[in-house]
């Protein structure tokens, strides 16, 4: 089994445990290891003695310690390390939404701005329809891409308003 280790934020710094090997920037390094309790290990390279910590940080992630001092880490197997090389990894995907008009009507008035950020359910403009005022919400999280509608404009049903991402 190949596992991937992501070491803090860097990229540079990826571990790569594949068969029992150990690679390291590319480079297969050799390391004498011992396990210590569960989540300790006693880690000697070139004559220098490592202790070394696995725990749950802050949100669950986890955090690998050495000698007292902790980074975050991303562990990936063969799946995710694949789904990656795809192109079909989570943070990959983005989602763009388009916010469209439910009846024909007029734009009475636009409530946000480009490139605000928006919460699920906040109100995004006013749309009059059969003499009545509808707030038009956002139906997600995100931020807005694209305003395609202005104040006193008249839309059809499923008309595209804004552009959210």
Do not use: C
Request: glycine letters at 10%; zero cysteines; aromatic letters at 4%.
């Amino acid at each position: 089994m190949k596992l991937n280790i992501q070491i803090g934020q860097e990229p540079e710094n990826e571990v790569i445990l594949d068969k029992g090997d150990v690679f390291f920037q590319g480079k297969k390094i050799e390391l004498d290891i011992w396990a210590k309790g569960k989540q300790g290990f006693h880690v000697l390279k070139d004559g220098k003695s490592y202790q070394v910590e696995v725990r749950t940080g802050e949100n669950q992630n986890l955090e690998l310690g050495i000698n007292g001092e902790f980074f975050p880490i991303r562990i990936k197997d063969s799946l995710q390390i694949l789904l990656d090389n795809l192109g079909m990894s989570e943070t990959k995907v983005s989602t763009i939404q388009q916010i469209k008009a439910p009846m024909p009507g007029m734009i009475l008035k636009v409530m946000v701005d480009n490139g605000a950020s928006v919460k699920a359910g906040e109100p995004l403009l006013i749309l009059e329809a059969m003499k009545m005022e509808n707030i038009i919400k956002a139906s997600s999280a995100g931020f807005i891409q694209d305003i395609l509608i202005k104040p006193g404009q008249k839309v059809e049903k499923g008309q595209s308003l804004v552009t959210l991402g």
